[in-house]
């Protein structure tokens, strides 16, 4: 179960390697307890998505200001 979510969702995230795996088997086992079937595509989004969010608005402040 463990490697599911590299078969699933790294082809729809990309191959990056600023997401590990323990983020993406949190998002996927988090996804699944809370929406069901989906959520094994739409947790590791989710967490893809937060990580995205949280380095544009507060890891790169300096960078908007230049």
């Known amino acids: ?3 599911l979510p590299d078969f699933l969702v790294r082809p729809i995230a ?3 390697k600023e997401v590990g795996a323990v983020p993406l088997l949190i998002g ?3 996804g699944l307890l809370v929406f069901g079937i989906s959520g ?3 947790g590791p989004l989710i967490v ?3 990580i995205a ?3 544009v608005y507060f890891e790169e ?3 908007a200001n230049n």
């Open 14 to 16: 990309g191959k990056t």
């Open 1 to 3: 179960i463990s490697t």
């Open 40 to 42: 094994i595509v739409l």
């Open 53 to 55: 969010f949280w380095k």
């Open 28 to 30: 996927f086992t988090a």
């Open 48 to 50: 893809i998505a937060a």
């Open 61 to 63: 402040p300096e960078a």
